[in-house]
């Protein structure tokens, strides 16, 4: 694969896996799959670094967005972040110790289980309503 046809092609994808995040989540359903199949000379772990990159930097024109329009209760806001940075730090730690073949074929597999969900449950996404 040659580089201009990959940067099309992942630019189409993050494209829109950016679009399911701001819809409904999950946009690295998306992506992920596609890096790994641009990239197949990166560890697993690489290439998901790479992907939150993406995530980070669409998540912070959110973040600008929202801090725009409400008010952020930091007491709340601080031990959240923090424990977010934590634990995503072990699940990266965690991704690089298992081999690149065992990741790929986990990831293949949540993919199709993920799918499935999403297909089968038609009200995914629909608040219930409240009763009272």
């Not at 024109?61 to 424990?83: A, G, Q």
Request: proline share 5%.
């Amino acid at each position: 694969m040659n580089l201009e046809y990959a940067l099309i092609a992942l630019g189409f994808f993050a494209f829109c896996g950016g679009l399911i995040d701001a819809a409904v989540g999950g946009g690295g359903l998306v992506q992920v799959p596609a890096l790994l199949h641009a990239l197949p000379q990166y560890s697993v772990a690489t290439v998901f670094g790479t992907n939150k990159l993406a995530v980070l930097a669409g998540n912070a024109f959110s973040i600008f967005s929202y801090v725009r329009r409400i008010k952020i209760v930091w007491k709340l806001m601080l031990p959240t972040m923090l424990s977010a940075f934590i634990f995503a730090f072990l699940g990266a730690f965690s991704v690089a110790l298992v081999p690149k073949a065992v990741m790929e074929y986990g990831v293949f597999v949540v993919l199709v289980v993920m799918a499935v969900y999403t297909f089968a449950k038609k009200d995914l996404g629909q608040v219930p309503p409240v009763s009272g």
